[in-house]
């Protein structure tokens, strides 16, 4: 099976812009979960979704929204960026709703400059 | 407040050897715990898992290691080989998640020198 696929895999964005990141999981996983990581606060829960609702959130901002279309595909999205939201932004998908086992992509490089 | 804590952030082994990474927890509704490992321009990876009722998990060279007791548990890789050098992180998620949301801790450098 291929694995979690995340596009794109860099990005540079401008402070004020917004960006969407898109997020394929492995094949007949339906959970899907966003997580942060930056250098100073490791990796951070973002939101995750399952069926195409988000069942859980982490302490973010609301700047900082995402949705699961119908074939599990998820994307994110970050509006009026800021320097900090500098970071790698990781996928997981996990096959259903009580699996701990989380199988991440490789991740998308945000610079915002 | 960090409920999942690696206060190692970097350990250094001979190959051969074994690496012993410890991580430490605050929150008592975590019931399982995983650890995952992760290569530069890499997601992490899955390594091993080990839930609440238990004390010790193994699998090949890598053993996860629970003390409730004292909300730690440790990974253990016998032998160390150059390899496995890379970040490792821990992870916990609990019962009261409605599903699948890890905290993670910071992470342990891991360097296995031949």
């Known amino acids: 099976k291929a694995g979690v696929t995340q596009t794109p895999r860099y990005l540079i964005k401008t402070r004020g812009q917004q960006v969407t990141l898109s997020c394929s999981p492995i094949?007949?996983?339906?959970?899907v979960s966003w997580y942060q990581q930056t250098p100073g606060q490791g990796l951070q829960f973002l939101f995750e979704y399952f069926s195409e609702t988000q069942r859980n959130k982490g302490n973010f901002p609301g700047r900082f929204s995402g949705r699961q279309f119908s074939n599990s595909r998820s994307e994110m999205n970050v509006s009026t960026l800021e320097l900090g939201d500098s970071a790698l932004y990781l996928c997981?998908?996990?096959?259903?709703?009580?699996?701990?086992?989380?199988?991440f992509g490789p991740g998308t490089r945000l610079t915002v400059t | 407040d960090q409920q999942v804590k690696q206060n190692s952030p970097s350990l250094s082994v001979q190959e051969g050897r074994i690496s012993i990474l410890n991580c430490d927890y605050t929150?008592?509704?975590?019931?399982?715990f995983l650890w995952y490992k992760k290569y530069p321009a890499e997601g992490p990876t899955f390594l091993i898992s080990i839930s609440s009722i238990k004390d010790k998990n193994e699998d090949g060279r890598f053993t996860v290691f629970l003390n409730k007791s004292a909300k730690h548990l440790s990974l253990h890789i016998v032998p160390s080989q150059p390899g496995d050098s890379a970040v490792y992180f821990c992870a916990a998620s609990g019962r009261n998640n409605a599903g699948n949301m890890l905290t993670f801790g910071g992470g342990t450098r891991l360097m296995v020198k031949p």
């Open positions: 997981a998908s996990s096959p259903d709703g009580h699996s701990y086992e989380q199988y």
């Open positions: 094949s007949g996983h339906r959970s």
């Open positions: 929150n008592s509704m975590f019931d399982y």
